[in-house]
């Protein structure tokens, strides 16, 4: 592959587009994250954040451009001027370095916590049960919930719940770690504990992707922000110049809309 | 506390609202029972002593005893039916998706026992002989023609079982369909192969919301087997009518049947109160 990119960017968006028929998520995005970087993509509702998260690991499919994930076409395969679709299971093998973290948890809600980390490296890498055991228990405590692995998630709260997602997450020892709106759905205080287990991820160098509405996030975890209007990218800074001194008059608005709502 | 500043209240009781529409609403449906009740018993619309006779005589047990096989075999049958039913709906494939949805509106829409009576009657005259033959054998397995292999049992169950099949498509296609959309991006996102994420995510939680209704279409099931006795299976309801046609006690039979209809029904009952509490919904 003479096109991949360096292979030190974990993530390297190169002319990506998104359309659902005519309607179009986003246009002609590009950016490079290196490895260990944490980027927080903001922007208002319906900047298309989201789907590109989705994007980089094929939950949806693009309309244009090219994403690599530390030097692997994602999703394609590149032959004679052509992209061909991967097979189910060449797209699932790609994704299993790739974590992601949802809005709503979405904790598998037949199994326990423990059980839910155990998944992926049981049903995925076919790991025995009793090493994915050890890990699962390890990782649960590393986000504060050892005493709750016996616990469904209908049993925890919202920031709990969450915990476990990264904790599930983290089980398959993702190169990068995408986190769709992961503290959107929690109250403050909870959304805290949530913010405090990713500053912990992002001091130990994972590098993530982070689309959120919460600002705090961005500026105290965050080491660059990515910034989406209007189906592109409309400012990519590291988080200190964005918040002190943003470029773009757009970012100035959004900023300022958010302030005002405080 | 500001016990000291406000005026001690007096200790009295608390006397809440009798909810008299209640009381009296149940008295009298109370009453209308017993009226049934009573009149039945006055009039002895039925002779317990033949009810007593016939109620565990080895004709009566053992066509109990063929209901329950055929019923309980028809659901397992119409489960896996349902399931590729349910999975060919769900699977974005036009033509799989038409093939399916036909099925169901021709099952579903078409009375049990008119599949029945045409599958018993119509299967032999399609496919006069039956032939199967496994490779490495000198003998056919099965070389007979079609009418003895078919036999009541075989043509009630296929019929019940496809047109249950139908019923359980539907049930389980819902099944499928109530379990959240974001369980399934989780599990894709993790790694999963399409064929993972359905025996691990999908239809752990897609089985436990369908019991409910499904132990619902096995009690059904149980008692639509009495229509096989419409092609001659000797199940309860015509081992019932056989021996009411030469005794003439109509009602007594008829209601030792009902007793064993109702013993099946307790026995589904009990499996999907049990099959509710080891997988409680989460």
Not at chain 1, 144 to 168: D, F
Not at chain 2, 211 to 225: F, V
């Amino acid at each position: 592959m003479s096109t991949a990119p360096e292979q030190s960017h974990a993530v390297s968006m190169v002319g990506v587009s998104k359309k659902w028929g005519a309607v179009s998520a986003f246009t002609d995005v590009s950016f490079d994250v290196p490895q260990g970087e944490v980027v927080a993509l903001l922007g208002p509702s319906g900047a298309g954040k989201s789907t590109l998260l989705r994007c980089v690991n094929h939950l949806e499919t693009i309309s244009a451009g090219r994403i690599y994930v530390h030097g692997d076409l994602i999703g394609y395969r590149l032959d004679k001027e052509a992209l061909y679709e991967l097979s189910d299971a060449d797209i699932s093998r790609q994704r299993q370095k790739i974590g992601m973290v949802f809005q709503h948890f979405n904790l598998f809600k037949h199994m326990t916590a423990l059980q839910n980390v155990m998944s992926g490296p049981v049903h995925v890498l076919r790991a025995s049960k009793a090493e994915a055991a050890t890990l699962a228990l390890d990782l649960l405590d590393k986000v504060g919930l050892k005493a709750k692995a016996g616990a469904y998630p209908s049993e925890l709260s919202g920031g709990q719940q969450q915990r476990v997602a990264i904790a599930r997450a983290l089980a398959m020892r993702p190169r990068v770690l995408l986190l769709d709106e992961p503290t959107s759905a929690l109250d403050p205080e909870l959304a805290q504990e949530v913010v405090e287990t990713i500053r912990r991820l992002a001091e130990e160098g994972q590098t993530m992707l982070i689309a959120t509405h919460d600002m705090g996030l961005a500026r105290d975890v965050a080491d660059r922000v990515i910034f989406m209007e209007g189906g592109g990218l409309a400012e990519d800074a590291s988080s200190k110049d964005f918040f002190t001194a943003p470029k773009s008059e757009r970012a100035r608005q959004f900023l300022a809309r958010l302030l005002s709502a405080h | 506390m500001t016990a000291a500043s406000v005026p001690s209240i007096p200790d009295l009781p608390i006397i809440h609202r009798r909810r008299w529409g209640s009381w009296v609403l149940g008295a009298f449906a109370l009453f209308v029972v017993a009226s049934i009740v009573i009149a039945s018993i006055r009039t002895r619309i039925l002779d317990l002593s033949v009810v007593g006779e016939y109620i565990f005589s080895p004709m009566i047990v053992m066509g109990a005893f063929n209901a329950l096989v055929l019923g309980t075999l028809a659901l397992v049958i119409a489960s896996i039916i349902g399931f590729v039913v349910a999975l060919m709906r769900v699977s974005g494939n036009p033509i799989l998706m038409a093939i399916s949805a036909t099925y169901v509106y021709l099952f579903r829409g078409t009375p049990m026992l008119i599949q029945l009576v045409f599958w018993f009657n119509a299967v032999p005259i399609m496919f006069p002989n039956i032939y199967l033959a496994l490779p490495f054998m000198d003998a056919p397995l099965i070389n007979a023609p079609t009418t003895a292999v078919v036999t009541p049992f075989l043509a009630a169950l296929a019929g019940l079982s496809l047109a249950e099949g139908a019923y359980m498509g539907e049930i389980i296609r819902g099944g499928i369909l109530a379990v959240d959309k974001g369980q399934r991006a989780a599990a894709t996102a993790l790694g999963m192969t399409q064929l993972k994420v359905l025996s691990q995510v999908i239809i752990p939680q897609a089985g436990r919301i369908i019991i409910p209704a499904a132990g619902n279409q096995y009690i059904m099931l149980l008692k639509s087997s009495s229509l096989a006795s419409a092609i001659g299976y000797l199940e309860l309801l015509r081992v019932a009518t056989d021996i009411y046609s030469s005794n003439f006690r109509v009602v007594e039979l008829l209601a030792v049947a009902a007793f064993w209809y109702l013993v099946m029904t307790a026995f589904a009952t009990a499996i999907q109160t049990v099959l509710e509490k080891v997988f409680p919904q989460r």
